[in-house]
């Protein structure tokens, strides 16, 4: 049985930053990326940024680019997100999820952690 757990959200100032970490057990070799996501009030939940499993490849949105940072450390199963230059549309609940490499899609997700962002 496949886990991820999120960790790290909370209230911030604009400019500020914040790390997210998630945290994954059980089959963790069946999963190609890890990557997070994030759904604002009102809106459909958007891709953020993800990381190979296997591989240091890394993929960012447009809208993080240069901001945030996302990394992995195999010897504890975890993955973490760094966001610096906090902006106001940063807020949203973000989710970390695990990709089947068989599936070829996200199919493990965590409940999510809020990020606030205030002005």
């Known amino acids: 049985q496949v886990q991820v757990v999120e960790s790290g959200g909370g209230l911030v100032q604009v400019g500020g930053s914040l790390t997210l970490s998630c945290a994954a057990s059980g089959r963790t070799s069946i999963f190609s990326h890890m990557g997070w996501f994030r759904q604002a009030p009102g809106k459909e939940r958007e891709f953020v940024a993800a990381i190979g499993w296997t591989s240091d490849n890394t993929d960012y949105a447009d809208s993080v680019k240069g901001r945030f940072i996302i990394s992995r450390d195999n010897a504890k199963n975890t993955v973490s997100l760094q966001m610096n230059s906090l902006k106001a549309e940063d807020t949203a609940v973000y989710y970390c999820?695990?990709?089947?490499?068989?599936?070829?899609?996200?199919?493990?997700w965590g409940q999510g952690t809020q990020v606030t962002v205030s002005s």
């Open positions: 999820a695990a990709r089947h490499k068989i599936l070829a899609r996200y199919v493990y």
